[in-house]
């Protein structure tokens, strides 16, 4: 019996720490969609003895064995629900994790996720577009990273290492325990973190699109505009995390993409929710494949989530009020366009235009459609 069986065994039978090393390093040794039949089982013993945050973890472990597996679970987003709602500080884990990996792979080519390693200036390229993204959320936060000299490798090192000694033990456990790769490239950490980073984004343009169509229905212009300008930057803030997913060899996309069928970010509620309140979706696309892979947000819809689109048309304002709030809508709807744009144009490369995606539409085709329709009428 393998180790990592006989201590989850040992801890169904009698209890005490729970043996996430062994299990959260197994899972890596074979990744996900390969993990050993009698791991398996041992686990899904081992869950109704489970508490809850330990449940909810043992749930993304087991998700294929389940039929469950999806994008929420592929991504480990019930793990990272409770962190959301910090969205700076969420962002400042994940991609100093992100860099902390990259790291250590350039040090280590033989360890984690050993199967095509970066070479040293894959690195370089990936750490420099990591600390674009970082940089301004540290700055927010007031985190002062000593940096000993130059060079980007200093610097993400000195970021990854104030960002250790601030960790709390549920932080450090949370960021073990939410990156579950399918297979073994090296690649597919990057690219989870960087779907994690940019729901982090998306549930954070919500509560300003929220905020925004509220202040209009109040009549509070300068709030509208003040939430619509915040998520525009927002936007674009993150945008260097294209940068980082482009550099994803396509060879290395495509041997995990293998695993990875079912699990599409078409199924993300938050983009799905940031979309419907901004405008309310036409009959057609609510009625397609973006909004059946979200039930709840369709629902929502129906039953009336209140949009900017619709307050902005609503609202009583002064003229220089409407102009004012146009000008942030449309700084936001620009925002979105750039970002519907480039995550096309990855698809095309990585994909090809004719291949399928893993959410079951026709792929780059899908897209280019749906980043024609507007963000507000
Ligand atoms: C290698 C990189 C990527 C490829 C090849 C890719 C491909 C696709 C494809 C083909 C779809 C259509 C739905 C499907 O059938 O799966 C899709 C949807 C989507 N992707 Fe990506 N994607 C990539 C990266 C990303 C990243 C980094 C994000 C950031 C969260 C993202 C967010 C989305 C969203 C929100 C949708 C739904 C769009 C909608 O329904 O209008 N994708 N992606």
Redesign the pocket.
């Known amino acids: 019996m393998n180790a990592e069986v006989a201590a989850v065994r040992a801890w169904t039978a009698s209890g005490g720490e729970f043996p996430y090393a062994e299990v959260l390093c197994a899972y890596r040794r074979w990744g996900k969609a390969l993990v050993p039949i009698d791991l398996l089982d041992a686990l899904s013993e081992a869950r109704p003895h489970a508490t809850a945050g330990l449940r909810t973890l043992l749930d993304v472990l087991l998700d294929k064995r389940d039929g469950t597996y999806d994008y929420r679970s592929y991504l480990a987003l019930p793990l990272l629900a409770p962190h959301l709602a910090d969205r700076d500080l969420l962002t400042v884990l994940l991609v100093a994790d992100l860099m902390r990996f990259e790291l250590a792979a350039a040090d280590d080519p033989a360890g984690p996720l050993p199967v095509m390693p970066p070479d040293d200036g894959l690195v370089d390229k990936r750490l420099r577009h990591g600390l674009r993204v970082i940089r301004p959320v540290l700055d927010r936060l007031g985190w002062a990273v000593p940096v000993a000299g130059p060079g980007v490798r200093v610097e993400a090192r000195a970021v990854w290492a104030t960002t250790e000694s601030a960790l709390s033990d549920g932080q450090r456990l949370m960021l073990r325990c939410t990156v579950l790769p399918v297979d073994v490239v090296h690649d597919e950490y990057l690219?989870i973190r960087?779907?994690q980073t940019?729901?982090a984004a998306?549930a954070a343009l919500v509560r300003d699109l929220e905020r925004a169509a509220g202040a209009l229905t109040d009549g509070a212009v300068c709030a509208a505009v003040n939430a619509l300008r915040h998520a525009a930057a927002l936007l674009r803030e993150v945008s260097p995390?294209?940068s980082v997913?482009a550099t994803?060899r396509v060879d290395a996309?495509r041997r995990f993409?293998q695993w990875t069928e079912g699990a599409?970010?078409?199924?993300?509620r938050h983009?799905?929710l940031m979309?419907s309140l901004a405008r309310r979706p036409d009959v057609a696309r609510l009625g397609s494949?973006?909004y059946d892979?979200v039930p709840e947000i369709r629902e929502l819809v129906l039953t009336g989530l209140p949009s900017v689109d619709a307050a902005y048309r609503t609202a009583t304002l002064p003229p220089e009020g409407r102009a004012a709030a146009g000008a942030a809508m449309a700084d936001f709807a620009a925002a979105v366009d750039v970002w519907?744009r480039t995550?096309h144009r990855?698809?095309?490369?990585?994909?090809g235009a004719a291949?399928?995606?893993?959410?079951?539409?026709?792929?780059?085709s899908?897209?280019a459609e749906?980043?024609e329709?507007p963000v507000f009428s």
């Open positions: 690219f960087v779907l940019f729901e998306f995390l294209w997913v994803m996309f993409r599409s970010a078409i199924q993300s983009y799905k979309e494949a973006a892979h519907r995550h990855l698809a095309v490369r990585m994909l291949t399928g995606g893993t959410g079951y539409t026709g792929g780059a899908y897209l749906a980043r329709i």
